[in-house]
Nanobody, 124 residues
Framework: QVQLVESGGGLVQAGGSLRLSCAAS????????MGWFRQAPGKEREFVAA????????YYADHVKGRFTISRDNAKDTVYLQMNSLKPEDTAVYCC?????????????????WGQGTQVTVSS
């Protein structure tokens, strides 16, 4: 089994920045590509960003492109999401996910492990 624990969420004003972290533990040798998803109140969970095992390939949702950056440190089994120029509409619970494949994916049904999430609230 793999456990994913997110951290770094909080309350920030519009235009501010946050850096989320997702630390993996357990059988981390079985996971490769990772991603971030978010779910706002009353809405379905949506894709935010994904990164391949090597880190060379990344994908972003259109609404975060240019503002968010996903990265990873395989030596620490950790993936990050740097969020800049935050907007009130970015308010959501952010979850990281891991899949047992090297290629990244935008589809949540292609991920095998999920964290509990961390709340991000952006005030106007």
């Amino acid at each position: 089994q793999v456990q994913l624990v997110e951290s770094g969420g909080g309350l920030v004003q519009a235009g501010g920045s946050l850096r989320l972290s997702c630390a993996a533990s357990g059988r981390t040798q079985s996971i490769y590509a990772m991603g971030w998803f978010r779910q706002a109140p009353g809405k379905e969970r949506e894709f935010v960003a994904a990164i391949s095992w090597s880190g060379r390939t990344t994908y972003y949702a259109d609404h975060v492109k240019g503002r968010f950056t996903i990265s990873r440190d395989n030596a620490k089994d950790t993936v990050y999401l740097q969020m800049n120029s935050l907007k009130p509409e970015d308010t959501a619970v952010y979850c990281c996910a891991a899949r047992t494949a090297v290629t990244s994916s935008r589809r949540e049904d292609e991920y095998d492990y999920w964290g509990q999430g961390t709340q991000v609230t952006v005030s106007s």
